[in-house]
């Protein structure tokens, strides 16, 4: 039975980093409204299975907000006498894939690598599907259906695995309690579902609104022509206050146009810098990207070439001494068998008359040859054959060996061309922002200028009549009144439009959960009639 001894966090959810042991019986997680008791059983649970519960969204959005470097989770388990530990990331980029492996003496000894291998290791280790296993870890009322469906064998097999069987038919016999008081609590969906169907009736038609809003914009182009036109009888006289009011605004943006002017000055162009090439920032970024993976690759290429070379080296010397062995092996059995001259035959127990042929006969039993000579001549053909292959090695390292050295030339080379694309990359970068530095200082010379040319104005407009400046104050509040409901208009027509979203979305969900409470009802009844699950 394998357990939990530790999980850690790297930049998912609210955690930076965090590392949790986790000791034998049971564990309670313990803290505040939003301190991330929650997120952490939903990183724990995502680390197991690789799913993420649907209120959530993606793996993505595990990521901790503001951080740049791909966030992880790591769950290191126990049991049968093996540690293993299972990682994830939070990103799906193929760089980053999920990966299973065992702690051994010799260091990491990885099992499965990416999503669909490592989740066949880890339902071996469940005995269960991963699916079935996050419905556990994140079961809550309605989220209980492959519990519910499961078959006994199942279920068994799961309880077995994660709890101590001593306790097994205790928690079944609570599973059971508990599963009963879900499948039979009453539903609301149905009056929840006739509450948003009447909200929806009683909304405001969206083409009556919008009618209204035509009229009001119609009623606002007329009030605003008719306020120009007074603004422009205005404009060739007004009231001495009125006058010293528009100048005092026109100085005031002057100066804010001039202090902007004075505090953002244009930086002087590097005359030094290279010219840039007419190549765009997305293609640079690209040809940044491709060469950085096609440095991997060469790397990879080159680690792959100097095992290979190890390789080959190692049986270049086990061949050759190998050899040598052979060449000996003769030598040595000949001196083994002249150094003994026995007088009685050790397997007849016969006088011996004849040393020559009773050392012929040596030979044959000791070598399977019938004579020194040919067990030397077959020893050399071995050497000979163990030569070939040895000439055969060297040529192969050889050419591993040139290979590895043009492919270190070659990697110099993409070195070269990730360091010079990501300084054109910055040249590029430094040469927009201060086009926009310029855009922007013409802009403020722009509004300088407009406000010296208003000030002339202004210095010969004369004072106009009372009834026109009332006039031009009632239209003024008229328009600025229709503006307003203008406003209010448009608002109350997206509020409408999202009520009406939310209310379609409310039917559909509680449609589904007068289906689903049904569903629950007839499986509860189908399980007590198939199965005790106590």
Same mark, same amino acid.
């Given at each position: 039975?394998?357990?939990?001894?530790?999980?850690?966090?790297?930049?998912?959810?609210?955690?930076?980093?965090?590392?949790?042991?986790?000791?034998?019986?049971?564990?309670?997680?313990?803290?505040?409204?939003?301190?991330?008791?929650?997120?952490?059983?939903?990183?724990?649970?995502?680390?197991?299975?690789?799913?993420?519960?649907?209120?959530?969204?993606?793996?993505?959005?595990?990521?901790?907000?503001?951080?740049?470097?791909?966030?992880?989770?790591?769950?290191?388990?126990?049991?049968?006498?093996?540690?293993?530990?299972?990682?994830?990331?939070?990103?799906?980029?193929?760089?980053?894939?999920?990966?299973?492996?065992?702690?051994?003496?010799?260091?990491?000894?990885? !099992?499965?690598?990416?999503?669909?291998?490592?989740?066949?290791?880890?339902?071996?280790?469940?005995?269960?599907?991963?699916?079935?296993?996050?419905?556990?870890?994140?079961?809550?009322?309605?989220?209980?259906?492959?519990?519910?469906?499961?078959? @006994?064998?199942? !279920?068994? *097999?799961?309880?077995?695995?994660?709890? $101590?069987?001593?306790?097994?038919?205790?928690?079944?016999?609570?599973?059971?309690?508990?599963?009963? *008081?879900?499948?039979?609590?009453?539903?609301?969906?149905?009056?929840?579902?006739?509450? @948003?169907?009447?909200?929806? &009736?009683?909304? &405001?038609?969206?083409?009556?609104?919008?009618?209204?809003?035509?009229?009001?914009?119609?009623?606002?182009?007329?009030?605003?022509?008719?306020?120009?036109?007074?603004?422009?009888?205005?404009?060739?006289?007004?009231?001495?206050?009125?006058?010293?009011?528009?100048?005092?605004?026109?100085?005031?943006?002057?100066?804010?146009?001039?202090?902007?002017?004075?505090?953002?000055?244009?930086?002087?162009?590097?005359?030094?810098?290279?010219?840039?090439?007419?190549? #765009?920032?997305?293609?640079?970024?690209? =040809?940044?990207?491709?060469?950085?993976?096609?440095?991997?690759?060469? %790397?990879?290429?080159?680690?792959?070439?100097?095992?290979?070379?190890?390789?080959?080296?190692? #049986?270049?010397?086990?061949?050759?001494?190998?050899?040598?062995?052979?060449?000996?092996?003769?030598?040595?059995?000949?001196? #083994?068998?002249?150094?003994?001259?026995?007088?009685?035959?050790?397997?007849?127990?016969?006088?011996? #008359?004849?040393?020559?042929?009773?050392?012929?006969?040596?030979?044959?039993?000791?070598?399977?040859? &019938?004579?020194?000579?040919?067990?030397?001549?077959?020893?050399?053909?071995?050497?000979?054959?163990?030569?070939?292959?040895?000439?055969?090695?060297?040529?192969?390292?050889?050419?591993?060996?040139?290979? =590895?050295?043009?492919?270190? !030339?070659?990697?110099?080379?993409?070195?070269?061309?990730? %360091?010079?694309?990501?300084?054109?990359?910055?040249?590029?970068?430094?040469?927009?922002?201060?086009?926009?530095?310029?855009?922007?200082?013409?802009?403020?010379?722009?509004?300088?200028?407009?406000?010296?040319?208003?000030?002339?104005?202004?210095?010969?407009?004369?004072? =106009?009549?009372?009834?026109?400046?009332?006039?031009?104050?009632?239209?003024?509040?008229?328009?600025?009144?229709?503006? !307003?409901?203008?406003?209010?208009?448009?608002?109350?027509?997206? $509020?409408?439009?999202?009520?009406?979203?939310?209310?379609?979305?409310?039917?559909?969900?509680?449609?589904?959960?007068?289906?689903?409470?049904?569903?629950? &009802?007839?499986?509860?009844?189908?399980?007590?009639?198939?199965?005790? =699950?106590?």
């Amino acid at each position: 039975m394998f357990r939990i001894t530790k999980v850690e966090f790297k930049n998912i959810c609210q955690y930076e980093a965090l590392t949790v042991d986790v000791d034998v019986g049971l564990m309670a997680v313990c803290g505040r409204n939003g301190q991330g008791k929650t997120n952490f059983l939903r990183g724990l649970g995502y680390g197991l299975t690789g799913l993420v519960d649907g209120s959530w969204g993606s793996q993505q959005e595990l990521q901790k907000d503001g951080t740049a470097e791909p966030g992880w989770v790591k769950v290191t388990i126990a049991g049968n006498g093996r540690l293993m530990v299972v990682k994830r990331y939070s990103t799906s980029d193929v760089k980053f894939p999920d990966s299973l492996s065992e702690l051994q003496d010799a260091g990491h000894l990885e !099992i499965a690598r990416r999503r669909r291998a490592v989740n066949e290791e880890m339902e071996k280790i469940f005995g269960i599907s991963c699916a079935l296993m996050f419905q556990i870890c994140w079961g809550r009322q309605g989220q209980m259906d492959s519990l519910l469906t499961a078959p @006994a064998a199942i !279920i068994n *097999t799961f309880l077995a695995t994660v709890f $101590d069987t001593k306790k097994l038919e205790k928690l079944r016999a609570t599973i059971k309690t508990q599963l009963d *008081t879900v499948a039979t609590l009453s539903s609301l969906a149905q009056n929840a579902l006739l509450e @948003a169907q009447e909200k929806l &009736k009683i909304l &405001k038609p969206i083409e009556d609104m919008e009618e209204e809003l035509i009229h009001v914009r119609n009623a606002k182009e007329a009030l605003f022509a008719e306020h120009n036109r007074l603004r422009e009888i205005i404009s060739k006289g007004t009231k001495e206050a009125q006058l010293e009011a528009l100048k005092t605004e026109t100085r005031t943006e002057l100066a804010e146009a001039e202090q902007w002017l004075n505090d953002n000055p244009i930086p002087a162009e590097d005359t030094d810098a290279p010219e840039l090439p007419d190549i #765009s920032e997305e293609v640079l970024q690209q =040809v940044v990207q491709e060469s950085q993976e096609a440095l991997e690759t060469t %790397k990879s290429t080159i680690r792959s070439y100097e095992a290979t070379i190890q390789q080959l080296s190692d #049986s270049i010397n086990s061949n050759d001494a190998e050899g040598t062995r052979l060449l000996e092996s003769t030598d040595e059995i000949k001196t #083994s068998i002249e150094k003994e001259q026995p007088d009685v035959c050790r397997l007849c127990k016969g006088k011996i #008359s004849d040393y020559d042929a009773y050392n012929q006969e040596r030979w044959s039993i000791i070598t399977g040859y &019938k004579s020194e000579a040919e067990h030397r001549e077959a020893m050399k053909a071995q050497a000979r054959t163990l030569t070939a292959k040895m000439t055969k090695d060297i040529e192969l390292k050889a050419e591993r060996t040139a290979e =590895v050295a043009a492919l270190k !030339i070659e990697l110099q080379e993409l070195s070269e061309t990730i %360091k010079n694309s990501k300084l054109l990359l910055q040249l590029h970068q430094t040469h927009n922002r201060r086009k926009e530095l310029l855009t922007v200082h013409q802009l403020q010379r722009n509004r300088v200028t407009a406000a010296k040319d208003k000030l002339s104005e202004l210095a010969k407009i004369v004072p =106009v009549t009372e009834n026109s400046i009332n006039k031009f104050t009632l239209v003024e509040k008229d328009l600025t009144a229709v503006k !307003i409901r203008e406003g209010e208009l448009i608002n109350e027509i997206a $509020d409408n439009k999202s009520n009406r979203r939310y209310l379609t979305m409310a039917i559909e969900d509680n449609e589904k959960a007068v289906a689903q409470y049904e569903t629950n &009802k007839a499986v509860r009844e189908t399980l007590v009639s198939l199965r005790d =699950v106590s």
